[in-house]
């Protein structure tokens, strides 16, 4: 069984940072997908960005360039740094996992996830981040 466990949300000021963690704990043979997800008032919950069981990333378009996901495999730690925040931006954050993902599909949840389809089997309580102007 896999547990997800979101934190480092909050409030910050618009172009501010925050940098949110998902201790995950995998075991799992094969390629996997994880990363973070996001549902902000009055949307679909979308794809933000994801890593593969190598570590390659793939980014929603609205992130690129702002944020960074990146994992410590030593800590069973997800990271997603976020420089540049916006109003836009707001939104709880999950952290999501799909454990039977074929090689190179990771890029579909961060491109093309709107809510459905795909096949995230895990996920985090989620952790809110509010940014204001």
């Known amino acids: 069984q896999v547990q997800l466990v979101e934190s480092g949300g909050g409030s910050v000021e618009s172009g501010g940072s925050l940098r949110l963690s998902c201790v995950a704990s995998l075991r799992t043979r094969g390629n996997y997908c994880i990363g973070w997800f996001r549902q902000g008032p009055g949307k679909e919950r979308e794809g933000v960005a994801v890593v593969d069981a190598n570590g390659s990333p793939s980014y929603a378009d609205s992130v690129k360039g702002r944020f960074t996901i990146s994992r410590d495999n030593d800590k069973n730690t997800l990271y997603l740094q976020m420089n540049a925040l916006s109003p836009e931006d707001t939104a709880m954050y999950y952290c999501?996992?799909?454990?039977?993902?074929?090689?190179?599909?990771?890029?579909?949840?961060?491109?093309?996830?709107?809510?459905?389809?795909?096949?995230?089997?895990?996920w985090g309580q989620g952790t809110l981040v509010v940014v204001f102007s």
């Open positions: 999501a996992a799909d454990l039977s993902a074929p090689p190179g599909t990771c890029a579909w949840y961060s491109e093309h996830y709107s809510g459905t389809g795909g096949a995230l089997g895990a």
